[in-house]
Nanobody, 123 residues
């Protein structure tokens, strides 16, 4: 069982930066792919970024602006978000899924989800 707790969301102006954190419980953090997804009002949840081992994956919409990283010692995954745009406004969710052959870009790969943290980017 893995529990995930996100933090770091908030209100920021366009062009600004935020760093999201996701703290995980459990003893086998390194077994898991870690992902970030987001859901805007009236839209479906969408993939943002993931890390499998040391390999990152990004949605095209955030490539070059967001950076995902993980600290296995502290069982934490981060999402550094730069050059934020109003269209980045959403609830951001952290997710964990056991590493396997499934592509880490899809939500069905993940078994555990955090409660979400709101990110609002004003224009």
């Amino acid at each position: 069982q893995v529990q995930l707790v996100e933090s770091g969301g908030g209100l920021v102006q366009a062009g600004g930066s935020l760093r999201l954190s996701c703290a995980a419980s459990g003893r086998t953090f390194t077994r898991y792919d870690m992902g970030w997804f987001r859901q805007a009002p009236g839209k479906e949840r969408e993939f943002v970024a993931a890390v499998r081992g040391i390999s990152p994956y990004y949605a095209d919409s955030v490539e070059g602006r967001f950076t995902i990283s993980r600290d296995n010692t502290n069982k934490t995954v981060y999402l550094q978000m730069n050059s934020l745009k109003p269209e980045d406004t959403a609830v951001y969710y952290c997710a964990a899924g056991v590493t396997n052959s499934r592509p880490p870009r899809y939500s069905y790969h993940y078994d555990y989800w955090g409660q979400g943290t709101q990110v609002t980017v004003s224009s």
